[in-house]
């Protein structure tokens, strides 16, 4: 009997993607076969960087892991998970605000694609004060955003900041 793989998806705007998405995925890697990082457009979100620009970011954060790969695509979350056979969506709580949104996102989902099981895990406490918009207004003021992206994706960061910067 051939074995099924459990995918999971980890779907946001990540703009930018910070060091505590980061670590969700990479706690979500030890649980799932893949994880796939999806960078999608929110369409109650106004967002600074392009999707071209998240992904480059993304996929420069998580080059050295086997499980997990990124991807973008325009539309339903639920419709992205059922094309890529996923049943898992991966959602990163920091505070009760947003358990409280997830809980009405994992409804509507459900109501969309009962197959589909919304995974909460919990920000580390050191991450819970650290979000893309801490990292945008940060960048604003010139300040240093070191701890709180990847490493690995900084120079991509601060060269789209720039690009952002002298375009205004």
């Known amino acids: 009997m051939e074995e099924k793989m459990n995918i999971a998806v980890f779907a946001g705007s990540f703009d930018p993607l910070t060091i505590g998405h980061y670590d969700i995925a990479l706690r979500a890697s030890s649980l799932f076969d893949e994880v796939i990082v999806l960078v999608n457009s929110n369409v109650s979100k106004h967002s600074l960087f392009s999707v071209e620009a998240r992904v480059r970011m993304a996929q420069a ?4 892991m086997d499980r997990i790969r990124v991807e973008s695509f ?3 979350t639920v419709s992205f998970l059922d094309r890529v056979g996923a049943r898992f969506l ?5 505070h009760a605000q947003d358990l409280e949104s997830e809980r009405a996102l994992s409804w509507n ?11 909460f895990l919990l920000s580390a406490p050191e991450h819970l004060a650290v979000s893309s918009s801490v990292v945008r207004e ?6 240093n955003v070191d701890t709180y992206v990847p490493e690995s994706m900084r120079e991509i960061l601060l060269s789209e900041w720039r690009k952002i910067k002298c375009s205004v």
């Open 109 to 119: 989902n459900q109501k969309l694609n009962s197959k589909i099981e919304t995974i």
């Open 61 to 64: 954060a998580f080059s050295s």
């Open 138 to 143: 940060l960048l604003s003021y010139n300040q």
């Open 90 to 94: 991966i959602r990163g709580i920091r």
């Open 74 to 76: 325009d539309g339903l």
